[in-house]
Nanobody
């Protein structure tokens, strides 16, 4: 069973930056696509960013494009989300996810992912 643990969430002022990390147990994120999603209070979970198994391909939601960067370090079985120029609308619980199948591309649908972390809270104050 894959376990994903997110960290790095915090309270930050608008315009600030945070880096989220997602560590996978047993190296189970290696050779698998990964994604970040977020869920704000009263809203549905939404896609933020995805990275393919090698790190060579990434895909972003329009709302974060140019501000967020997804990356991975397969040697550390960790996926990151660098968030810059944060806005109050970015306030949410952020979840990382990965797939059961290896390789493939990037995926923006939550149903494409099989394993999820517990989430980390990001709060952006105005």
């Amino acid at each position: 069973q894959v376990q994903l643990v997110e960290s790095g969430g915090n309270l930050v002022q608008a315009g600030g930056s945070l880096r989220l990390s997602c560590a996978a147990s047993g190296g189970m994120i290696i050779n698998r696509a990964a994604g970040w999603f977020r869920q704000a209070p009263g809203k549905e979970r939404e896609f933020v960013a995805s990275i393919n198994w090698s790190g060579g391909s990434t895909y972003y939601a329009d709302s974060v494009k140019g501000r967020f960067t997804i990356s991975r370090d397969n040697a550390r079985s960790t996926v990151y989300l660098q968030m810059n120029s944060l806005k109050p609308d970015d306030t949410a619980v952020y979840y990382c996810a990965t797939r059961a199948t290896c390789f493939g591309g990037t995926y923006s649908g939550s149903t494409e992912y099989n394993y999820w972390g517990q989430g980390t809270q990001v709060t952006v104050s105005s």
